[in-house]
C-alpha cells in the first residue's frame, strides 16, 4: 500500500530564514502526484503546492517550492524567507496512481513549523 | 461561493448512539472524501467516491458508512459511535481528473463520543 512518511514531529525556524521539510512516499507506479498542504492553528486545510511525477522541473509557488527526487521517492517543501505566518502544520499528500484507485489521496502524519521572531 | 460545507461543527455523542456527517459540494466536483484527522497521524482516509454513484474504502473505513446521494453530496453514517470514532472529520472534494487533483476542504466537524 502507498505511504507517506514526514520524519519531523516538530521543526523550528528563525524569521527571514529559509526551511525545509521533509516527505518521503512510497510506491511502485510511476504516475502519481505529489501535494503539500498547511493547516494553521484555525484548522482550514490550505493548498499549497503540486508536483506531477512526470514533471522535468520542481514546482514552485511564491515562497514555497518542492525539491522532487523521484529515484530517493523525497519530495520535500522549501518555504524561503519564513514569516511569522507560516507557523502552521504542514502535511504531505500523495494521489494513488491511475490504474487502481484513481482518486484516492493520502497523506502523512505531518511536521509542526514554529517560526521564531 | 460556499465550496464544501460540513455540517454539524460540533457533535457529542454517547457510546452506541448512530449520526451522520453531511457535507455538499456546490463546485461540480466529482469526487468526493472522508477524512478523520487525530493528534499525530495526520489525516487518514475513511471512504471517498470518485464519482456520482460509486465508493471505495480508504484506509479506515472500519465503522463507518457512507452515501454519495447525488453529485453534490457525500454523507459519512457511524451506526454505533465507539470513544474511538473521537475525532475531528474532513469532508473534501475535487475536479477528480488527471492532474493537480487538488482538494478543497469543508471546515470539519469535532466529534466526541463519551
Known amino acids: 500500500a502507498q505511504k507517506i512518511t514526514q520524519t519531523q514531529p516538530g521543526m523550528f525556524v528563525q524569521e527571514k530564514e529559509a526551511v525545509t521539510l521533509d516527505c518521503t512516499y512510497d510506491?511502485?507506479?510511476?504516475?502519481?502526484?505529489l501535494f503539500w498542504y498547511k493547516q494553521p492553528s484555525s484548522g482550514e486545510m490550505i493548498f499549497l503546492i503540486y508536483?506531477?511525477?512526470?514533471?522535468?522541473q520542481n514546482a514552485t509557488e511564491g515562497r514555497y517550492s518542492l525539491n522532487f527526487q523521484k529515484a530517493r521517492k523525497s519530495a520535500n517543501l522549501v518555504i524561503s524567507a519564513s514569516q511569522l505566518g507560516d507557523s502552521a502544520m504542514y502535511f504531505c499528500?500523495?494521489?494513488?496512481?491511475?490504474?487502481?484507485?484513481?482518486?484516492?489521496?493520502?497523506f502523512g502524519p505531518g511536521t509542526s513549523l514554529s517560526v521564531i521572531p | 461561493n460556499a465550496g464544501v460545507t460540513q455540517n454539524p461543527k460540533f457533535q457529542v455523542l454517547k457510546t452506541g448512539q448512530s449520526m451522520t456527517l453531511q457535507c455538499a459540494q456546490d463546485?461540480?466536483?466529482?469526487?468526493m472524501y472522508w477524512y478523520r484527522q487525530d493528534p499525530g497521524m495526520g489525516l487518514r482516509l475513511i471512504y471517498y467516491?470518485?464519482?456520482?454513484?460509486?465508493?471505495d474504502k480508504g484506509e479506515v473505513p472500519n465503522g463507518y458508512n457512507v452515501s454519495r446521494l447525488n453529485k453534490r453530496e457525500f454523507s459519512l453514517r457511524l451506526e454505533s459511535a465507539a470513544p474511538s470514532q473521537t475525532s475531528v472529520y474532513f469532508c473534501?472534494?475535487?475536479?477528480?481528473?488527471?492532474?493537480?487533483?487538488?482538494?478543497?476542504f469543508g471546515a470539519g466537524s469535532r466529534l466526541t463520543v463519551l
Open positions: 508536483q506531477g511525477s512526470y514533471d522535468e
Open positions: 473534501a472534494s475535487s475536479v477528480g481528473a488527471a492532474g493537480a487533483n487538488v482538494l478543497t
Open positions: 463546485m461540480n466536483h466529482n469526487s
Open positions: 467516491s470518485a464519482s456520482e454513484g460509486t465508493t
Open positions: 499528500a500523495m494521489r494513488e496512481p491511475m490504474k487502481t484507485s484513481y482518486d484516492k489521496v493520502i
Open positions: 510506491t511502485s507506479d510511476q504516475s502519481y502526484g
